[in-house]
């Protein structure tokens, strides 16, 4: 899994796909994940 977080945003957090599946099967709460877009 790959998870980042940038130096300039430290509140966000960027994390890939895999990840976000992972936590919306564990059913954790207080994660909200939106989408970027990729260049």
Known sequence: MDIFRL??????IIANERLVDAV???ELDGVVFKE???R
């Open 7 to 12: 130096a300039d945003a430290s509140t966000r």
């Open 36 to 38: 970027l877009e990729a």
């Open 24 to 26: 919306r099967r564990l």
